[in-house]
């Protein structure tokens, strides 16, 4: 079993940067591939980006060059900075770990419970 929990999530202005934070527990972190994905309601969950256990790293286009994802073994830790928030960024994001990278949602075996990121025009 592995824990999530994010954090960092906000409301913000459009332009503005946020940094979001996950933080596991249980198994060892740095042997899971991790995503990040986001969802609004009524539609389905949508990757963002992901990180390798070597630490590559994938973008989805939708925001490729706004996101920089890292990964912190040391402190079991994801990140996501976001920079440029646009307003239709606005979003539950959640992390998410499996073995190996993903862009399905379906396929990653631990979530958190995501955090609220509101960006405002």
């Known amino acids: 079993q592995v824990q999530l929990i994010e954090s960092g999530g906000g409301l913000v202005q459009a332009g503005d940067s946020l940094r979001l934070s996950c933080a596991a527990s249980?198994?060892?972190?740095?042997?899971?591939?991790m995503g990040w994905f986001r969802q609004v309601p009524g539609k389905e969950r949508d990757f963002v980006g992901g990180?390798?256990?070597?630490?590559?790293?994938y973008y989805a286009d939708s925001m490729k060059g706004r996101l920089t994802i890292s990964r912190d073994n040391a402190k079991s830790t994801l990140y996501l900075q976001m920079n440029n928030l646009k307003p239709e960024d606005t979003a539950v994001y959640y992390c998410?770990?499996?073995?190996?990278?993903?862009?399905?949602?379906?396929?990653?075996?631990?979530w958190g419970q995501g955090t609220q990121v509101t960006v405002s025009s």
């Open positions: 998410a770990a499996r073995h190996g990278v993903s862009m399905r949602a379906a396929s990653y075996d631990y």
């Open positions: 249980g198994r060892t972190f740095s042997k899971y591939a």
């Open positions: 990180i390798s256990m070597g630490s590559n790293t």
